[in-house]
């Protein structure tokens, strides 16, 4: 609807003169409207949340090969559950949910990767505090147990954490809560009670249809997370952020894994340029013997 505005508090529309105090009793209407669809549409989203070390930082290895020195790294959350939240906070912009509540493990810096959840406009957080390093299976144990109390319609989170690679928990919550599941998703349309997401497979795309609540795992081409403003970032340190003990959840974070050596990537030789094809055969056939 176009509106040209005219002297005297007038508005035009389509031609006729409309009075401005009628326009905004129609647009505390719409407002009111609005309102009361979201207050109908309960809808929660619980986005899970790992804070990792930065992507442009270079990992290091301790020195007696235990484990990554993550000490003075740069840390910040994980790029696939970043992309979660993003497609969390647009889902409630379209008003297919009402709610998005972001969920992290461990200690006190986790804060940081709430905080630009918050920013990024999720509306409240959850930090289960712990200092232990937690394997997948505790992780979605303790996701577990979150869920059962907030009983969210959708859970999110990355497909898998740029640190450890594992690509688990998203499958262990889903098993544990006895919940339908969708991995790698690229595209989410919702209706209704119901849930259509397509994912990435070997060779192309797999849509699935599913009944809420759901737990999905996000890839890279979901969406383009934004970029977050200095507004929102001051907006997002009033917003709540409840602490748990992760000791008050009952669950034993002992592992079942143990890591027994830590190394780089071994380097690959240099490689050399051959002037033509005959060259290419004659190495990969008489010096690699892979042909």
């Known amino acids: 609807m176009r509106l040209a505005q005219y002297p005297h508090g007038a508005f035009s529309h389509e031609g006729q003169m409309v009075d401005k105090p009628l326009l905004e009793k129609a647009k505390g209407f719409w407002l009111i409207a609005f309102s009361k669809y979201m207050k109908e549409s309960p809808m929660k989203a619980l986005v899970c949340v790992k804070q990792v070390v930065d992507h442009n930082v270079r990992i290091r290895i301790k020195q007696d090969h235990s484990d990554v020195d993550i000490s003075d790294s740069k840390l910040s959350i994980n790029p696939f559950d970043e992309i979660a939240v993003e497609e969390a906070v647009r889902l409630k912009e379209r008003g297919l949910i009402s709610e998005v509540v972001v969920v992290s493990i461990g200690n006190t810096g986790v804060g940081d990767v709430l905080r630009t959840a918050l920013a990024a406009g999720a509306d409240r957080?959850?930090?289960?505090?712990?200092?232990?390093?937690?394997?997948?299976?505790?992780?979605?144990?303790?996701?577990?147990?979150?869920?059962?109390?907030?009983?969210?319609?959708?859970?999110?989170?990355?497909?898998?954490?740029?640190?450890d690679d594992c690509n688990q928990v998203g499958q262990m919550l889903a098993a544990l809560l006895d919940l339908p599941q969708a991995t790698n998703v690229s595209e989410i349309t919702i209706s209704d009670n119901s849930l259509t997401a397509v994912r990435e497979v070997d060779g192309g795309l797999e849509t699935l249809n599913l009944s809420l609540p759901a737990v999905l795992t996000t890839d890279l081409r979901l969406n383009t997370p934004r970029n977050i403003s200095l507004p929102n970032v001051i907006k997002a340190k009033k917003k709540p952020v409840k602490e748990i003990d992760f000791d008050s959840l009952g669950i034993n974070p002992s592992s079942r894994l143990t890591i027994i050596k830590v190394d780089e990537p071994a380097r690959r030789k240099a490689g050399i340029i051959v002037p033509d094809i005959n060259t290419l055969l004659d190495k990969l056939k008489n010096e690699e013997k892979v042909i």
């Not at 930090?127 to 109390?149: C, G, Q």
């Open 125 to 163: 957080a959850i930090h289960i505090l712990t200092k232990n390093s937690l394997t997948p299976l505790i992780v979605a144990k303790t996701i577990t147990a979150i869920t059962r109390n907030e009983k969210p319609d959708i859970i999110l989170l990355g497909k898998q954490a740029i640190d």
